[in-house]
């Protein structure tokens, strides 16, 4: 569950989980060993490295973007639309 509150996030996750664990469980739902994720946190890095292709937004944490497989631009320049677009159409 993610809250928005003037423009600040909260990630409330059941204790003993963790977004890497939540890929694992997609990945065994949609029994496949790949799946594309876009992240800008720290608490994502996990995420990013359980996933097929790991994105990182512009205004990710530095540590974020040193795991992920490429940086896309900042929220605020619709970073999530362009690794989108570069997922879907990648050659």
Known sequence: LSIQHNHS????????T??????????SKLESSRV??????ENDIG????AGVGVAM???AEKLKEVADFV???NNEDGVALAVEKLLFAK
């Open 9 to 16: 996030y909260i990630d409330i996750i059941s204790q003993g």
């Open 18 to 27: 963790n977004k890497k664990s939540g890929i694992a469980t997609l990945l």
């Open 36 to 41: 594309q994720v876009i992240g800008d946190g």
């Open 47 to 50: 995420m990013l490295e359980s």
């Open 58 to 60: 512009g205004n990710a």
């Open 72 to 74: 896309t631009l900042s």
